[in-house]
């Protein structure tokens, strides 16, 4: 499942993505195994705001889309 079929609210972990875009989303602080949680999705196919590790990220809907995540998602 990706990122984008996350509900509002859900919380994801992080499980893969490709290699590319791996060290882009470490730039944003975002690693493999990290508990996400969507926040908000913007209209018209803007950007998902979402929370990891206790900050604010908004990501682009092609790149959420390249995510690979797990719903459960249990607390470190």
Known sequence: MT???I???GKARLIKT????RSKLR???L???DCIQVLRAAP???PLLVEVNGREVAL???VAAKMLV????ASR
């Open 7 to 9: 509900p509002i609210g």
């Open 27 to 29: 730039q944003y602080g």
């Open 3 to 5: 990122l984008l079929e």
């Open 18 to 21: 490709s290699e590319g875009l």
């Open 60 to 62: 682009g809907r092609e």
């Open 31 to 33: 690693h493999i195994g």
């Open 44 to 46: 018209l196919g803007g």
């Open 70 to 73: 797990e719903l459960e998602c």
